[in-house]
């Protein structure tokens, strides 16, 4: 399929089956939905696992809905306008709102690289890998996908990347859940009224529906050049990855709850409870467990720095393309390489508290998700943005009730941090 511009007409080749069609469109959904279960995110799952069991797997479940809202829409904006989110912001709202929002990004997208690379660090660690090996070689990997391998061969090694998280699922399965607690927590919501419970569900939910997510999702969505008449067969990879990424975090809590929690053995991190699963769940449970974290360390090590680049050469209106030469697009390589270098370099400091930047920049994320879920709305609704495609007052009410849950949470949340 061709596309000369948005709603023009597309040539239709005969013997293209649905199968075809649909993987001509496969990958922004998969991709951008399957690494949110970063390494931040593996730690916030963990955490919930083993700090509460299975009572706030409820939490996971709201948030799973709420990214397959907007990582759809995400995508609908990108198709349709050709352009980035942090681009259309600044077009729509205005230059300081486009800065405004680029800047908090930029900050929240560093802190996040680093703990990719922490997870980097930390899943060599149990594999007897020192840091000061492990991170610069996972730095070097990441610089030589994005800067070598194309679209294409980007899009193919991202995707196998994303087949990893498989081994969470086996883990979960390894470490005997109780399925019937398990259902019930997902099902009834209950929050116990302290601190660290509300940080931990706001961590989770800014994980799951994270900003860098959203604005990657809607830039390679443009990269791929996929159009209007292709939304279907988009939706299908979109919701596709965002339950996967639902799933996954399902069984990390889960695994962490039916060993960590029943034992009363508590966790900061993801490597300390892949270490922990080992007398509770068994080696292979521990080794799967650790084999995922460092999959999903190189994938959303691959992708943060990217989804800057692609944000920053959107408010700049600069060349951003994966398919570009670095002589064709030196602010967008650069950016990659600028990101990729300084959150790499940060967990090499002796003695960085690398959990509480983890944990810390979950929670900015929620917090930086919340204007950018506004701009998100007010985009999809504009009609001289999104033409026919602009939604209508009914979708529009599923974006406000997710928008009303993100302000209830860091209103709380704020609250409680003065008390």
Same mark, same amino acid.
């Given at each position: ?31 951008? #939905? ?7 995110? @593996? ?38 306008? /050709? ?79 994303? %087949? ?32 660290? %419970? ?7 939910? #800014? ?5 860098? /997510? ?24 979109? @919701? ?15 695994? +962490? %709850? ?7 053995? %508590? ?45 920053? +050469? ?19 390589? #650069? &950016? ?5 270098? @300084?959150?790499? #370099? ?54 406000? @009730? ?16 003065? &008390?």
């Amino acid at each position: 399929m061709t596309q000369t511009s948005i709603g023009a007409p597309v040539t239709k080749r005969r013997g293209i089956g649905p199968l075809v069609a649909l993987a001509a469109v496969v990958g922004p959904g998969l991709i951008a #939905g399957l690494s949110d279960d970063d390494p931040a995110g @593996i730690t916030t799952y963990s955490v919930l696992g083993a700090s509460y069991g299975y009572r706030l797997l409820w939490v996971l479940l709201v948030s799973t809905v709420a990214l397959i809202l907007f990582q759809d829409l995400g995508a609908r904006i990108g198709v349709v306008t /050709g352009q980035g989110l942090a681009g259309l912001i600044r077009q729509r709202y205005g230059a300081r709102a486009g800065m405004m929002s680029i800047s908090a990004l930029l900050l929240a997208n560093i802190g996040t690289t680093t703990a990719e690379f922490a997870g980097i660090a930390a899943g060599g660690d149990i594999f007897g890998i020192p840091r000061w090996v492990s991170v610069p070689i996972g730095a070097i990997v990441v610089s030589v996908l994005v800067l070598r391998g194309g679209f294409r061969g980007v899009e193919r090694v991202l995707l196998a990347l994303s %087949a990893i998280f498989l081994a969470y699922i086996g883990a979960g399965l390894l470490s005997k859940p109780d399925w019937g607690a398990a259902f019930q927590g997902l099902v009834t919501p209950t929050l116990p009224p302290t601190k660290d %419970a509300l940080l931990l569900a706001t961590a989770t939910l #800014g994980t799951t529906l994270a900003p860098w /997510g959203l604005a990657f999702i809607q830039s390679y969505a443009v990269d791929k050049k996929i159009n209007p008449q292709q939304l279907k067969l988009l939706r299908i990879d979109v @919701i596709s990855g965002a339950v996967l990424t639902g799933v996954v975090g399902f069984f990390v809590v889960v695994s +962490c %709850a039916a060993t960590l929690h029943r034992n009363g053995i %508590a966790i900061t991190d993801a490597s300390a409870a892949a270490r922990a699963l080992e007398p509770l769940a068994g080696h292979l449970a521990a080794q799967l467990f650790a084999i995922g974290l460092v999959g999903a360390a190189l994938l959303a090590a691959s992708i943060l720095p990217l989804s800057t680049a692609y944000s920053v +050469c959107d408010v700049a209106g600069r060349p951003a393309a994966l398919d570009d030469s670095i002589r064709e697009a030196p602010l967008f390589y #650069g &950016t990659f390489g600028a990101v990729t270098v @300084i959150g790499a #370099g940060l967990v090499l400091i002796p003695g960085i508290p690398l959990v509480p930047i983890l944990v810390g920049t979950q929670v900015i994320n929620a917090v930086l998700l919340l204007p950018l879920l506004f701009y998100m709305s007010g985009i999809a609704q504009s009609r001289t943005l999104m033409g026919e495609y602009a939604v209508g007052k009914l979708t529009a009410s599923s974006y406000w @009730i997710v928008i009303a849950l993100v302000i209830v949470s860091i209103g709380t949340l704020a609250v409680l941090s003065v &008390t």
